[in-house]
């Protein structure tokens, strides 16, 4: 994206995301949920963030619906409205991420490029992304928000998975089956994995 600003300059800080790290004894990064409606990205998230809180470790979730209340209600649904408001909240995690928080994120974010955007604006590890796959039929029969029916009735234009694309990662560090696993299993894995690549209890 082009810079319009002129006459700007970064201001470093004194304390570094390594400092704030030590600090909460548990890397910062950035959990990076996707996949269809109803995939259960959210539902995920919620009880990961959970179990890692009991755990004392400081966490934040981006949920893409929350977001479009706020910072991104001026986007709609279009191609270039996805992409701009996954930039975005790529910027938002990335600022997350430096404050040594363990922050993820919950959205389609359908588009493989828009993704590796995100992951290019952090350093090597601090993306995480986590492909939250679910068969499209199990999706439309969970259909919480009552979304596929409106758009299989053309109420609703370029919807994922049914006018609108989907670009599954092809080289996501975790692949969640939400059709298969229960939500226990599931978190268990993310866990798992946070616990194997030297996220958590860094002090050790």
């Known amino acids: 994206m082009e810079q319009k600003a002129t006459n700007i300059y970064w201001h470093e800080g004194d304390i570094k995301k390594a400092d704030r790290e030590r600090q909460n004894n548990h890397r910062g990064a950035c959990l990076w949920f996707t996949g269809l409606s109803g995939s259960g990205k959210s539902t995920l998230s919620v009880a990961v963030q959970n179990k890692l809180f009991e ?19 001026d986007l709609g649904f279009s191609p270039e409205d996805r992409t701009e408001n996954i930039r975005r909240i790529g910027e938002v995690a990335g600022l997350f991420v430096d404050a040594g928080v363990l922050v993820m994120t919950a ?15 952090m350093n090597d590890g601090d993306f995480v992304e986590v492909f939250v796959d679910c068969d499209l039929a199990v999706c439309e029969e969970r259909d919480p928000k009552g979304l596929y029916k409106k758009a299989r009735a053309g109420e609703i234009p370029q919807f994922t998975g049914i ?21 226990d299993e599931c978190v268990d894995q993310v866990i798992a994995h946070l616990e194997s690549k030297g996220f958590l209890n860094i002090n050790k």
């Open 55 to 73: 755990r004392g470790v400081k966490t934040y979730i981006l949920d893409g619906d929350n977001v479009r209340h706020g910072l991104n209600k």
């Open 107 to 121: 959205f389609i974010s359908p588009y493989r490029e828009d993704r590796n955007k995100v992951r290019a604006l």
């Open 163 to 183: 006018s609108a694309p989907y670009e599954a990662p092809e080289n996501a560090e975790m692949v969640i089956n939400t059709s298969s696993a229960s939500l």
